[in-house]
Nanobody, 118 residues
Framework: QMQLVESGGGLVLAGGSLRLSCAARRSILSTFTSSNMAWYRQAPGKQRELVASSTRDGSTNYADFVKGRFTISRDNNKKTTYLQMNSLGHEDPAVYYC?????????WGHGTQVTVSS
């Protein structure tokens, strides 16, 4: 069982930055390092969408709408995944969810709210 806890969301001015963190609790280190990690987001009235992913072999992938602005990274020793978000705009407010995929099973965090003001 893996528990994912997100933090780092909040209110930011347009053009500003935030760094989200996702700590994997109740998991041993080998489970985390064997997991594919990802960040999704869901805005009101919209479907949840993939933002960025980091595979267990170190590959990363980004949605077109965040390329060049967001960076996903992971610290395996801390069992934590990060999402650095720069140049936040009015298209980015949403609840951001951390996702892990391990042995074919998905795990989700409860999400952290990101709000962008002008």
């Amino acid at each position: 069982q893996m528990q994912l806890v997100e933090s780092g969301g909040g209110l930011v001015l347009a053009g500003g930055s935030l760094r989200l963190s996702c700590a994997a609790r109740r998991s041993i280190l080998s489970t985390f390092t064997s997991s594919n990690m990802a960040w999704y987001r869901q805005a009101p009235g919209k479907q949840r969408e993939l933002v960025a992913s980091s595979t267990r072999d170190g590959s990363t992938n980004y949605a077109d709408f965040v390329k060049g602005r967001f960076t996903i990274s992971r610290d395996n020793n801390k069992k934590t995944t990060y999402l650095q978000m720069n140049s936040l705009g009015h298209e980015d407010p949403a609840v951001y969810y951390c996702n892990a995929e391990y042995a074919g099973r998905p795990f989700w965090g409860h999400g952290t709210q990101v709000t962008v003001s002008s």
